[in-house]
């Protein structure tokens, strides 16, 4: 299994961060070792002091993909989830100003909090059509909803199967909406889907 997320996919998060529009979806991955299932507890980690929240929709595919025609992508998933992909700001900020890479901070353990999956046959709209939103400490801090995707996750699917076989139980995290902030040990973080909460966890 493995977990490949899109930076910069909602027009306003760019603005946020100072970053110009992508005209291809930009594509980074965490290992397995990055999970948060169940709604457990997330630790801060001791290499930084900025840590932010990115709340995003998560699709599980379900069957065996490559070179995936953007016509044919929905046929390769049935439900989603919402998912928080955890960024030591501070130790990419670092790294973007010295030309480094920056995936260890973004794939750390435990840096991908994913919820329960639900049915997108449950949910009375469609996947592009999807409204979430995250609050800490009962103050919602970030909101979004999938039809201001830059990339569609049919788009996006469609592209990363070009590079990556696709499995059965991949996760792809669609990109995360403007409102993204730090998080501090004994924050609390609810997130909702089309109102249903799915997330719901402490930090430590």
């Known amino acids: 299994m493995k977990i490949l997320a899109v930076g910069w996919n909602y027009a306003e998060h760019n603005q946020e961060l100072g ?3 992508p005209t291809k979806p930009i ?4 290992p397995d ?3 948060l299932l169940g709604n457990k507890p997330f630790f801060m980690p001791n290499f930084s002091n900025e840590i932010h929240y990115e709340t995003e929709l998560v699709v599980r595919i379900n069957r065996l993909g490559k070179n995936i025609a ?3 992508a929905s046929r390769y998933y049935s439900e989603v989830a919402l998912g928080i992909d955890f960024t030591a700001r501070d130790l990419q900020r ?3 100003v010295a030309g480094q890479p920056w995936e260890i901070s973004k794939a750390f353990d435990n840096s991908a909090a994913v919820s329960e999956f639900i049915p997108l046959s449950s949910l009375s709209v469609s996947i592009q059509e999807l409204s979430f939103y995250l609050q800490l400490n009962d ?3 970030q909101q979004g909803n999938t039809k201001d995707m830059i990339f569609s996750v049919d788009a996006i699917i469609a592209y990363v199967s070009q590079f990556f076989t696709l499995k059965i139980g991949d996760l792809i995290f669609t990109g995360t909406p403007a409102g993204v902030g730090q998080i501090a040990k004994n924050d609390h973080l609810q997130g909702y889907l089309q109102g249903n909460r799915l997330l719901n966890f402490y930090i430590k």
């Open 70 to 72: 953007p016509r044919f």
């Open 19 to 21: 970053q110009t529009l």
């Open 27 to 30: 594509i980074f991955s965490k």
């Open 139 to 141: 103050k919602i801090v």
């Open 33 to 35: 070792s990055a999970l």
């Open 94 to 96: 670092s790294l973007k």
